[in-house]
């Protein structure tokens, strides 16, 4: 089951497809939760676009640590590596934030 601090737009998926992308939220959630638990609020949106005969996945992925927003986005063919990625920079910029905080 998700948190509750996760929330979504835009993501209506066939079965399937929305338990792989759960699958990859927990384990993106649990690397989060290890760097800073503390943060209020994750928020992810899917944005589909037909290109040819093949829908572009956008997804926007926002955390929200202290007030603060910090916000990653990206685009590919592949939904899960469209999500991931999004996540991969998110991390990235929760070790940025975890250096300032803890030097």
Known sequence: MLDKRISFSGFDLEESEQSKVNEIIEKYFNKIEEKISDFQEIKLRLKKSLH?????????????????????????????TALAEVFEKLLIELEHIKRKLNP
């Open 52 to 80: 040819g005969k093949a829908f572009l996945h956008e997804v926007q992925g926002d955390i929200i640590i202290n007030s603060k927003r910090f916000t990653s986005k990206y685009a590919d063919y592949n939904l899960y």
